[in-house]
């Protein structure tokens, strides 16, 4: 079965803080995997994706992945996060049906 | 270039009330896609389609009807809502399908009474 998973339901971090958010990926076949953003009221935006190459994949923002194939992991993290980071992170994989599958979400909470 | 764009933003039915969500897309997509976004439980693909002519079902299908006649639209109707319906509705479009990127509308959230 295909499935993405989410470690963390609510982190909460001070600024300038180390962010890492764990994300965890069950399934065959190509991996194409993604970090989308949701600020408040507002839609998905991409962050950053792996499709192939390079496993540490730097994105907007700031944030950057780790692509670990061992462990079915893909991380997200930022070595110092801002306030203006408060969001909510979703990880999705690439869906069989051409759709991202999604992980349940983290909301991240910065307090400035 | 507008993007992904979707009408209404917010709406209100009562149960049993039929309804239509609109989405577009001006960047020529073969993909499109609709997901249901409820707390805690991320995104769930509802219908998709791969081009003008072709839909198919997904996730969370039951009660929602769809169609593409052109390239640029891809509504999602909803028959007779149920509270059950009430959710944020995100329509998404990509190149192709397969592992592209997949671009969000702003969203629609509609409560059901």
């Known amino acids: 079965a295909q499935s993405v998973s989410q470690h963390n339901h609510h982190v909460i971090l001070s600024e300038a803080a180390s962010l890492e958010l764990g994300c965890n990926y069950s399934?065959?076949?190509?991996?194409?995997l993604f970090w989308y953003v949701q600020y408040p009221g507002q839609h998905l935006q991409l962050l950053l994706k792996?499709?192939?190459?390079?496993?540490l994949v730097k994105g907007i923002k700031g944030f950057e992945a780790e692509f670990i194939k061992s462990k079915f992991s893909f991380n997200l993290r930022k070595p110092s996060v801002q306030w203006s980071d408060t969001a909510e992170y979703f990880c999705a994989g690439r869906g069989s049906q051409g759709n991202l599958i999604f992980g349940k979400g983290t909301k991240l909470s910065v307090k400035p | 270039n507008a993007g992904v764009t979707q009408t209404p933003k917010f709406q209100v039915l009562k149960t049993g009330q039929s309804m239509t969500l609109q989405c577009a897309q001006d960047?020529?997509?073969?993909?499109m896609s609709w997901y249901r976004q409820d707390p805690g439980m991320g995104l769930r693909l509802i219908h998709y389609?791969?081009?003008?002519?072709?839909?198919d079902q997904g996730e969370v299908p039951n009660g929602y009807n769809v169609s593409r006649s052109t390239t640029e639209d891809f509504p999602l109707r909803l028959l007779s809502a149920a509270p059950s319906q009430t959710s944020v509705y995100f329509c998404?479009?990509?190149?192709?399908?397969?592992?592209?990127?997949?671009?969000f509308g702003p969203g629609t959230r509609l409560t059901v009474t």
């Open positions: 792996y499709f192939s190459g390079d496993p």
């Open positions: 399934y065959g076949g190509t991996v194409n």
């Open positions: 998404a479009s990509s190149y192709q399908q397969g592992g592209y990127e997949q671009y």
């Open positions: 389609s791969v081009g003008a002519g072709i839909t």
């Open positions: 960047m020529n997509h073969e993909y």
